[in-house]
């Protein structure tokens, strides 16, 4: 049986904060309001503490953005599909924007 996910209202209970400065510290969004290092080092040792963990699908929902580029090729024998791939995959690790891709290749029908 696993261990139960910790959540954002557990980290804020165990540092004594609030849920909203808790999500701030988490996605590093200060805004108008200013958090001292004593209460980010206060919310960092609570989630360490309680074993949280972000859980990027969720992140992902709520910016609406993934960050993953999907390309689906028909053929991986195709000499200018692989070069068109291996193009794209150099510019993805060179743009470290924190994009992951996926290469996948669906076998040709017969029909």
């Known amino acids: 049986m696993g261990r139960k996910k910790v959540t954002i209202t557990e980290v804020a209970k165990e540092a004594g904060v609030s849920l909203a400065t808790v999500s701030r510290i988490f996605n590093n969004k200060d805004g108008k ?5 004593k209460t980010k080092q206060k919310v960092l040792k609570a989630a360490a503490h309680l074993g949280y963990q972000t859980n990027p699908f969720a992140a992902a929902l709520r910016a609406q953005k993934t960050g993953i580029i999907g390309i689906l090729i028909r053929d991986l024998k195709d000499p200018f599909l692989i070069e068109l791939l291996k193009k794209v995959q150099q510019q993805v690790q060179s743009s470290r924007d924190g994009r992951s891709y996926w290469t996948y290749g669906l076998p040709r029908s017969n029909g």
């Open 33 to 37: 309001i200013k958090i001292s290092e």
